[in-house]
């Protein structure tokens, strides 16, 4: 693939852009009136049949910037799909987009008579079978089911004409590579490829060179860069406070549609228990639960009967809802380009918003990550008091989780003898705990009944708590734990 050539086109109503009365139409409909950058951008090179690599951040209006001239074209050349058969393929990572996708499609179609149909997991294959057995216009799908309709035989693409990744950089790191690739081989080698992505990585632009011949590169903003218009804050707190923290933070109304970002499922199931403990509604929604559940929180949150939605990043790409006040991090993300997509839930639409961050101490790190890929500093305030500004080149670096040893001698080592003239370091109480020693300096005991009652009072086995040794007995071998496997922690 030759590397993407960068054009521009500046108009300032949709009429310019030369779409189909019928799209226009729709559009007045849905009240736009003037299209973003992204969308004068892209439109005219997409309406021309070219490959494009488009990178914009969520929120920039690029559903319409590729859904509309796609429907431009169908109209322009209309023909039945012909039987379990799709005419443009949209691939997408999560059921929430696909689900917001297929009602872009449907809603700037909607006087074209456009046949839109979506496929995801978590519901029943054989409605989705029925929506494609007469073909459509329009397959929105997530790759994990449309590979299972492919497997048997519910779908076919030999007959596609138009492929479209959106949030290409999300697929990647949900691990949907392989089955990627796999979909792509079953498509006509003669196609119109669109590949949108809000970040950049390695393997995004890998994929893209796999997928796009000559494409036009449109980029609306610096690879991950956030959004101008989100006033955003770091909050350092201790794991234990954070909960109660983040109910706090509601105590100001303003706090009036919150998106809350957990790192896991069950983490999501705890916030939203302890909001709704302190009186806050609040919905939780990440990948353990049902499709029902999933669009009834969205629908609760999208109509303002909720003021908290608790989600994982797997949903991060997947809410689009307008007037989202407040973005919060309840924790930060292990991955930096998450943090860009978490907060441009935010601020859509020219409107402004607000983003919060919990950092606990060992998500400094994190931290740092965030501040490099973004170029610029966080304003952090120690548990709500003094702010500071912290430069990533300041922030503490991540330390292992694992409790640290104590200061003392190196392991394998024995305790030197004192020098001449040197008294030795050790004191019959140092490994005695306080109540045995104040125990053994009133009674006037004996270093070796100091060491007694320090094997006694810290339950270790051994005087002063030391393994066995030839004059306390031969050393007892531990247990062999047992094995039950990988640890298999959920994530969101």
């Known amino acids: ?22 799209l226009l139409a729709a559009l007045t409909d849905a009240g736009y009136t003037v299209p973003t950058p992204i969308q004068t951008q892209a439109i005219p ?17 690029k559903t319409a910037a590729f859904a ?28 929430e987009l696909a689900t917001q996708i297929a009602e872009s499609f449907r809603t700037y179609g909607r006087h074209l008579k456009t046949t839109v149909a979506v496929v995801f997991g978590g519901v029943g294959h054989v409605p989705q079978e029925r929506a494609m ?46 089955p990627i690739r796999r979909i792509v081989a079953a498509l006509p080698k003669a196609r119109q490829s669109l590949l949108f992505s809000a970040t950049m990585p390695n393997e995004a632009a890998q994929l893209s060179a796999e997928i796009l011949k000559e494409p036009v590169r449109v980029a609306v903003a610096p690879v991950a860069t956030t959004a101008e218009r989100v006033e955003q804050q770091v909050l350092l707190v201790e794991h234990g406070a954070k909960r109660e923290l983040t109910a706090d933070l509601f105590a100001d109304p303003a706090l009036s549609r919150t998106l809350v970002f957990t790192r896991t499922k069950r983490g999501a199931d705890r916030v939203t228990e302890h909001l709704e403990k302190r009186g806050i509604s609040a919905a939780a929604i990440h990948g353990n639960k049902s499709q029902g559940a999933r669009e009834r ?37 292990n991955v930096p380009e998450s ?33 490099k890929l973004i170029r610029q500093r966080l304003p952090v305030t120690a548990r709500r008091g003094e702010v500071r500004d912290t430069p990533p080149d300041e922030v503490e670096p991540r330390r292992d989780s694992r409790a640290q040893r104590p200061q003392g001698r190196p392991q ?14 050790w004191s019959p109480t140092a490994d005695a705990t306080p109540e045995a020693a104040q ?54």
Do not use: W
Request: net charge positive; hydrophobic share 40%; proline share 5%.
């Open 1 to 22: 693939m030759a590397r993407g050539r960068s054009e521009s086109f500046f108009v300032t109503d949709f009429t310019s852009l030369g779409l189909a009365a019928p």
């Open 45 to 61: 090179h997409l309406l021309a049949g070219r490959d494009l690599l488009g990178i914009a951040q969520t929120g920039t209006g």
């Open 68 to 95: 509309l001239p796609i429907l431009h074209r169908l109209a322009a050349n209309r023909r039945a799909p012909g039987q379990r058969r799709c005419r443009v393929l949209v691939l997408s990572p999560t059921r």
């Open 133 to 178: 057995a007469q073909g459509v216009d329009v397959l929105v799908a997530c790759p994990g089911r449309l590979l299972d309709h492919m497997g048997t035989g519910g779908i076919r693409l030999d007959a596609t004409e138009i492929l479209v990744l959106d949030e290409a950089d999300q697929m990647l790191d949900l691990g949907f590579v392989k």
């Open 297 to 333: 929180a969205l629908a609760l949150f999208k109509a303002g009967r909720i003021r908290a939605l608790v989600a994982t990043d797997i949903a991060a790409r997947g809410i689009d809802v307008d007037a989202v006040s407040h973005v919060i991090n309840y924790d930060l993300p």
């Open 339 to 371: 943090y860009v997509h978490r907060i441009g839930r935010t601020a859509r639409a020219g409107a402004g918003g607000q983003a919060i961050s919990l950092c606990a101490g060992d998500e400094r790190a994190f931290l740092r990550d965030i501040e």
């Open 412 to 425: 394998g080592q024995r305790p030197q003898a004192p020098r001449d003239g040197q008294r030795s370091q």
């Open 439 to 492: 125990a053994a300096n009133n009674n006037g005991g004996s270093g070796r009944e100091l060491a007694g009652m320090a094997f006694l009072s810290n339950g270790r086995g051994t005087p002063n708590g030391r393994p066995g040794d030839a004059k306390h007995g031969p050393r007892k071998a531990a247990p062999k734990a047992k094995s039950y496997g990988p640890s298999r922690r959920a994530l969101g």
